[in-house]
């Protein structure tokens, strides 16, 4: 039973993933934008006024500095960060008027469709959920270094 649930969450989750990514790849593509991209100016927008470094951005996307970097790189030549010389992991960056308008744009959508995808379930019922599946991924991401090599799965076995 618990084997099948498993399966039902995982067949849920990439259901759900893949949804997210058609949604957001058809109504970021109007700003010319990736996944990314919107992520970065979501969260600069939150932080302003003080801004993130890249390794904040990083951490709080999921994705490597490097990466993050390029993305950085990219909303500055669309007008969307100040033009600085600064830059590097320690920086701090924030956005423009013109940033600070297109993530409040982005924002206006993720909203939109949150309120639909949302209708109907009451609020404690989300954040129960949220609470949940936030609990779920932490213990995944610790399952990875209990379970994730084969020398640990094999030690597991074993035991």
Do not use: W
Request: hydrophobic fraction near 40%; aromatic fraction near 6%.
């Amino acid at each position: 039973m618990e084997d099948n649930r498993f399966e039902l969450f995982c067949s849920l989750t990439g259901s759900a993933a893949k949804s997210i990514a058609r949604l957001k790849a058809a109504r970021m593509d109007e700003f010319h934008l990736t996944a990314a991209h919107t992520q970065c100016l979501c969260l600069l927008l939150e932080s302003m006024p003080a801004g993130l470094t890249q390794t904040e951005l990083a951490r709080r996307i999921g994705m490597d500095r490097a990466q993050v970097s390029r993305v950085l790189r990219a909303l500055r030549e669309r007008g969307y960060l100040p033009q600085s010389e600064a830059s590097g992991y320690k920086h701090r960056y924030t956005l423009t008027e013109a940033g600070m308008a297109a993530a409040r744009q982005v924002q206006a959508i993720v909203t939109q469709v949150h309120a639909y995808v949302s209708e109907g379930i009451p609020r404690e019922d989300l954040l129960c959920f949220y609470r949940t599946f936030e609990r779920i991924a932490l213990r995944l991401e610790s399952a990875v270094t209990l379970f994730g090599t084969p020398s640990s799965a094999a030690t597991e076995k074993a035991r």
